[in-house]
T-cell receptor, first 113, second 111 residues
Framework: AQSVTQLGSHVSVSEGALVLLRCNYS??????LFWYVQYPNQGLQLLLK??????LVKGINGFEAEFKKSETSFHLTKPSAHMSDAAEYFC???????????FGTGTRLLVSP | EAGVTQFPSHSVIEKGQTVTLRCDPI?????LYWYRRVMGKEIKFLLH????????ESGMPNNRFLAERTGGTYSTLKVQPAELEDSGVYFC?????????FGPGTRLLVL
């Protein structure tokens, strides 16, 4: 069965530091890959996605992610954290031909001044 | 363009009662999905509608859950009778293509 692993349920960074949230998936066929963010008391918002083409994907709010087929990874990064980035981040995959998303358990990003 | 809306935002019920959740997708989106997040765990797929037809209901936990999408517009998810383990956040999403847009969720607490 398809699975998604997000390493670290909580990640703490200082404002201005690099943000790195890890996501690995299990699939022999490259899936579609997504990162969603959930701010407090809000729904899930799409940050970025990879379907085909360029493996480095840029999203909103300065985030980007790189699809690495050899590592089955899709890690999310941001060069400089801002206090407003504090939220929960979800990695999700969708196999070609299937519609449902399979989510990781989420990573809560904490940003300190 | 209005986003996906869900009602109610919160619901607190007692075990054995019935609750109906509603989802209004983005206009023009034929695909509608229901997901659930039980506290501390991952968001899990429940089912998928294409217009008014159930395309995939492989994630529905049991027959206490009934989803409908009459007319291919809004959808309802009824839980009857509710059990303690049904507590969690129920998300609805809609899509025209591969990107799913999520609503704010309904937080259900069964006491």
């Amino acid at each position: 069965a398809q699975s998604v692993t997000q390493l670290g349920s909580h990640v703490s960074v200082s404002e201005g530091a690099l943000v790195l949230l890890r996501c690995n998936y299990s699939s022999s066929v490259p899936p579609y890959l997504f990162w969603y963010v959930q701010y407090p008391n809000q729904g899930l918002q799409l940050l970025l996605k990879y379907t085909t083409g360029a493996t480095l994907v840029k999203g909103i709010n300065g985030f980007e992610a790189e699809f690495k087929k050899s590592e089955t990874s899709f890690h999310l990064t941001k060069p400089s954290a801002h206090m407003s980035d504090a939220a929960e981040y979800f990695c999700a995959v969708r196999l070609t031909g299937f519609q449902k998303l399979v989510f990781g358990t989420g990573t809560r990003l904490l940003v300190s001044p | 363009e209005a986003g996906v809306t869900q009602f109610p935002s919160h619901s607190v019920i007692e075990k054995g009662q019935t609750v109906t959740l509603r989802c209004d997708p983005i206009s023009g989106h034929d695909n509608l999905y229901w997901y659930r997040r039980v506290m501390g765990k991952e968001i899990k797929f429940l089912l998928h509608f294409v217009k008014e037809s159930k395309q995939d209901e492989s994630g529905m936990p049991n027959n206490r859950f009934l989803a409908e999408r009459t007319g291919g517009t809004y959808s309802t998810l009824k839980v009857q009778p509710a059990e303690l383990e049904d507590s969690g956040v129920y998300f609805c999403a809609s899509a025209r293509a591969e990107t799913q847009y999520f609503g704010p969720g309904t937080r259900l607490l069964v006491l």
